[in-house]
């Protein structure tokens, strides 16, 4: 079968990460010429991450990331510029996410409510036999 | 009122004329505290608070010396409302109109605008010149009822409708484009007639809308003129229509204003062809088709742009899609609301756009097409806002939850069967996960079927679907004098291969027996059925998969589709055979997308290996395959015992037709015509028995059909006249199946 | 099939309104809230001027309510708060306003909008009725739904990071820490963090979130998971770089918390 790929996340093209000038450029001209970054850091005010993505999807397999451009804007304390970096797919950690979660304590709907909830409602179908 | 400038100081403030309102909550909308020194203005503002709380019907601040005097009238509370001359809209629903309701103080601009609301509630359904007074009826202890008289006036109908300046189309076919349709014989039934102001511009653009998606680029609707008829109870309407050219297309070619997006990557995108009909419709086909291309190239924000030059010498226009810098928009969030028993992650499933994507209207517009498909809301709406920047959206999705389950407990009927007692339950979103549950015992005078089947569509969170299937049919089947049991399990799982192709892989464990055989010596079932039946009862396991393609899935012409599925089941273990089914069918609507045609080709094959078929493995075609035969009605048979024996092998064809039928369509309504082909054959080992119509002998029928859309859903009633059918076919010429589309 | 007392239902107007008032209390007690409220309503439409009137509309509010008739124990609340905004009821009637919202949200657990609701008619009570008996327990029902919503951010959070999108998951867990540090959601989401920033090769973030986590949160599964995630790529707990350090000494130590 045929693997299909899709785009996800965004990163400036190569001219304009051209044009970003370390020492000049701060948060907001950055943001206004290529766009408001697509995630940042813990601390605000500190860091741009601008992420894009190719993940491919290939019959029952589970879609693989298979490509990640991860450009990395970081500035000073004022808010200038400071450094530029690129990270790719390879600088990723394989990372083996826990699987307890924080209980929000909301009781799922049972299913006797949802079995009342369908007495009466009818469809052709139950008249009409199919087969 | 007191001269401004002035301030005042009170000790003491007291309030007259207040009856349900205590002083406390006076002085506290009044916003003035004992005690406090005042200034004329404040003391307006003071009484300007009071009246706008409408709970007052007059308000005045009077300071005398040292105390200031408040003194209210208030206004009576609303015992009860009622409405009197009303027959065309009910109390019911004019009480969901009108604002003031009981127990709430009656307040006089409220009751004002609860009759405009009621008057335009009667205009909108046709009758303009309907008259809304409101009365008040005193009651005791300062109460009023609040009544409103309604005089609701005649129907105000669409008597004519013709046509100044149409030369290319006739005034019926132009007729029937608009939607108010001359008053018809069923006028007490139909709303549509009558004459509403929106409905007419409304047919201004449906007649835009028909010329320009033929090529008039220039029609305009001059004026509609309306006159009153004399017994001033209808109207005429005239519709003058200035045609103008029809255009064809010239040159069709593509410019990019982007360096990232290259012409050449795009020239082969358009399908607009030189010399076709113009039409903004497939300009817009052609835009959605490039833009997609754009994404498949992953180029972000590429808008196209459709630059028309016209030569009016050869009456062609020439197209230019110019590729620009759209704006650059991105997803922030996707918020989803209203989902009290789904998921959030059933429904977010159906975005392929994530946080933090690129915006892109034509993702988020079929992603809300397949929350709607979903069928486990009653309204899905999606709108988008601005988010914590320009350049950010949050896309925000209401929806409206509707029962998903049916349990029943009845009877259905239909033709293959006859009649059945039925118990049922089905849930298409099990505890909110998207799972689907249907499970259902039927018994019926020729079988006894109890089926159960479970479908997970994103199985390990994926675009893969898992479902398990159980079934155990037990027929007795009157006429052949014996009984089969059939039980089947088969799990499977379903995956997108291919932007329009999907894959299911199953394997199946069948087990089919055949018993009862009555051996009396006069009325004994075929050979073959006696020397199958001393197999008893068989065990087959088997593994297999079906190709689906359906060109509707991602089609940009939503008119025309294909749909091809192959099948192979391949037999393991001790009985070895491959059943391979095929089909094929291609549906596409002409005049004006009102008639469709349909022509659908179906067969199948059953090799064995090891061992061979029996009644249980053989097809026998119904209706839902070939129609105007009973089910076991055509293929091999014993030559002596006439008894049905089915085939290893079936090909049908089906070319089929539906048209709207010139009933309003509010009825529901609809035509069809069809003409079946096809035959059943190869009984394989016959075991000395003389058969007939062992070979393929074709049968043929032609019928019309009459479709319903009852609320319960489409129903179809077929009436078939057999063309070539054998002299020992059980034929028939009546069916009432569900219609279902391929 | 409708309830059966439509019919048998006597015209009042007969009655005084003590008469209805108290009828509507025998109702209340046999745990007929449904009728209750009917009669309470009945004096109020009647009589709307007597001090029953008033005295039956909190009733009638308080009945709908534990009939589990929400909208109408609203309208109810509404209408005493318009016409009594002062009285000593008023607080009772804003806290069954918010109790109206807040009690649909264990029915309709999935639906973010009415939590919505029911914080801000909560916030109400706390702020307009600082002082009222409800007040305490307003606060502790603003918690539970604030959990309630940060549960919902994490979910989505959670949904994404499954799928490889740590971009629009860290998104949503810096949403929790920033804007529900106070809920019980925020020691997962530092966790999130630290597992989104490793994977997207940002390891000083994820030193930041687990540090922070560290200072927090020590007791926590969490910390713990954090932990053994950093150390077992070879990183230490500290965060690294020096502006950020004097940073995180004015979140943590100082108490500017994020």
Known sequence: CVAQFRDHGYIPSTQARASLAVGQDTMETIA??????????????????????????????????????????????????????????EDGRVVELERRVTDDNLSDVSFLAQLVGGIGRFEASDFVGSE | VPASGQSYAFNNVQIEGNQRIEPGTILTYAGIARGETVTAG??????????????????????????????????????????????????????????????????????????????EAYASAGRINASVTARLIERTENRVDLVFEIAEGGVSEVERISFVGNRSYSERRLRNVLDTKQAGLFDFIISRDTFIAERIAADREALADFYRSRGYVDFAVQNVD????????????????????????????????????????????????????????????????????????????????????????????????????????????????GNNTTLDRVIRNQFTSVEGDPFNAREIRESARRIRALGYFAAVDINTREGSAPDQMIVDVDVAEQPTGRLTFGGNYNSDNGFALVASYSEDNFLGRGQGIDFQISTSTRNRIFSFDFTEPNFLGRDLSFSLGTSYRQTNNDAALYDTETFRFSPSLGFPVSEKGRLSVY??????????????????????????????????TSLGYTYTFDSRRVGLDPNAGVLLRFGQEFGVGDTQFIRSTALASAETKVFNEEVTLRATAEGGYLAYGEGSSRVTDRYFLGSRYIRGFEYHGIGPRDADTLDALGGNAFAVARLETEFPLPL??????????????????????????????????????????????????????????????????????????????? | CGSDLVESRPALEAFTPEEIYQRGEVELADGDAEDAAYY?????????????????????????????????????AQRFLDFYPTDGDAAYAQYLLALSYYDQIDEIGRDQGLTFQALQALRTVIEVYPESEYARSAIL??????????????????????????????????????????????????HRLVEAYLALGLPEEAQTAGAILGYNFQSTEWYQDSYALLTGQGLSMEASGDSWLAQIYRQMVLGEWL
């Open chain 1, 32 to 89: 206004e010429r290529v766009g408001t970054p697509t995630t940042g850091g813990v601390i605000r005010g500190q860091s741009y991450y601008y992420v894009a993505s190719r993940f491919r999807h290939y019959g029952l397999l589970e879609p693989e990331e298979v490509q990640r451009q991860v450009l990395v804007l970081d500035f000073d304390s004022a808010g200038i510029l400071r450094n530029i970096e690129l990270l790719a797919l």
């Open chain 2, 42 to 119: 404040e003391l307006n503002a003071a009484a300007q608070n009071l009246r706008s709380t409408g709970l007052f019907e007059s308000v005045d601040i009077v300071p005398s010396g040292g105390t200031l005097i408040i003194r209210v009238a208030e206004y009576p509370t609303i015992n009860q409302i009622n409405f009197e001359g009303n027959a065309r809209i009910g109390d019911e629903e004019l009480g969901a109109l009108v604002r003031s309701t009981s127990r709430q103080v009656f307040n006089p601009n409220v009751a004002e605008a609860d009759v405009t609301a009621i008057t």
């Open chain 2, 226 to 337: 309306v006159t009153l008829t004399r017994a001033r109870d209808g109207y005429l309407v005239t519709f003058n229509v200035e045609e103008g050219l029809q255009y064809r297309i010239g040159s069709v070619s593509i410019a990019s204003e982007m360096p990232e997006a290259p012409v050449e990557e795009f020239s082969s995108v358009p399908r607009l062809r030189e010399g076709g009909v113009y039409s903004p419709v497939n300009i817009d086909e052609d835009i959605a088709r490039i833009e997609r291309r754009a994404i498949q190239l992953g180029i972000p924000f590429v808008a196209a742009e459709p630059r028309i030059t016209r030569n009016p010498r050869d009456q062609t226009l020439d197209i230019q899609y110019v590729l620009s810098r759209a704006p650059r928009q991105f997803v922030e969030r996707i918020d989803i609301e």
């Open chain 2, 507 to 540: 394997v199946a464990a069948e087990y089919t027996d055949i018993y009862n055989v009555s051996d009396d010596g006069e009325d004994d079932p075929s050979i073959v059925i006696q020397k199958e039946a001393e197999q008893g009862g068989l065990w087959a």
């Open chain 2, 664 to 742: 309003p369509s509010e009825f529901g309504f609809s035509g069809g015509a069809f003409i079946d082909y096809g035959s059943v054959w190869d009984l394989g080992e016959d075991y000395g028995a003389e058969v007939l119509y062992d070979e393929f002998t074709p049968r043929a029928t032609v019928g019309v059909s009459l479709f319903w859309d009852t609320p319960l859903g489409p129903l179809r009633f077929n009436f078939t006249e057999p063309l070539m059918a054998e002299e020992e076919d059980e034929t028939r010429t009546f069916e009432l199946t569900i219609a279902t589309t391929f």
């Open chain 3, 40 to 76: 309470f309503g009945e004096i109020e439409r009647l009589y709307p001027y007597s001090e029953w009137a008033k005295r039956g509309l909190i009733m009638q509010a308080m009945a709908y309510h534990r009939d589990e008739d929400y909208p109408n124990a609203r309208a109810a």
């Open chain 3, 141 to 190: 029902k603003f918690d539970l739904a604030f959990d309630h919503l940060a549960g919902k951010e994490m979910e989505i959070g959670r949904y994404y990071l499954r799928r490889d999108h740590y971009a629009a998951a860290i998104n949503r867990f810096r949403v929790v820490v920033e804007d529900f540090q106070t809920t019980s959601h925020t020691p997962e989401a530092l």
